[in-house]
């Protein structure tokens, strides 16, 4: 399959030297993108800035902002047979970021928000009957109602739920634990693991998916 990943946060500028983020590590976007590469798929990794080496034979994709990455996956869309979308990509960015450094004299700047794109919502139209999109949600409460709508919401065929109110899993941690929810209904539990182990669940589970759509439009044709 060709797989594409998205990973790590996006920096949305505040002015010429400040920008708004957050937590994300980059590490299971990697972990997917290294999984998928192992199983033996043709990998391209879009990621924000982090700090972690580029996985072996993965072609690397670097973007900064959200509308960075919604370039970049459209720029692959027609390419991808799957894409997994474990990066934070930021809801919001300040509407109009100052050119210069802003000064400390001139005491707290109002900042001016404005939506940034949604990058699976505004996909969501374009996937094709034989793509699989798999979405990831961090929630710190009602992850299994949060997940579900998420699914929906952005025409998803799975998500990949984390509770990221716990210390030891998910931002930022070597571990994480995951509910894999699909559109067909199914959930499966992964109970805490390394992100390496979380990551191959998920490859098997759109690995699974991605076979059931062909088989289905295999039967359609004959
Ligand atoms: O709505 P929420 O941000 O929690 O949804 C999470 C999923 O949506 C993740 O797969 C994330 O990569 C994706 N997302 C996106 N564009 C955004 C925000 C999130 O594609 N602006």
Known sequence: MNVLVTAGPTREPLDAVRFISNRSSGRMGYAVASAAKKAGHC?????????????KG????RVVTAQDMLDAVLASLAWCDVLVMAAAVADW???KPAARKLKKQDGPPRVEWEAAPDILQTIAP?????QVFCGFAAETND???EAKRKLRR?????IAANDVSKNNQGFDSIWNALTLYRASGEVRVVPRATKEKCARQVMQMV?????EKKDKKFRKIY
């Not at 993965?58 to 994709?61: G, T």
């Not at 374009?126 to 034989?130: A, E, Q, S």
């Not at 952005?154 to 799975?158: F, I, P, T």
């Not at 690995?207 to 076979?211: G, M, R």
């Open 143 to 145: 992850l299994a109602r």
């Open 126 to 130: 374009l996937k094709k009957p034989t």
């Open 207 to 211: 690995e699974e998916i991605f076979v």
């Open 43 to 55: 990998v391209r990794l879009i990621s924000g800035p982090v700090a972690l080496p580029p996985p």
């Open 154 to 158: 952005k025409n998803l065929d799975a």
């Open 93 to 95: 960015r300040p509407k």
């Open 58 to 61: 993965v072609r690397m994709i």
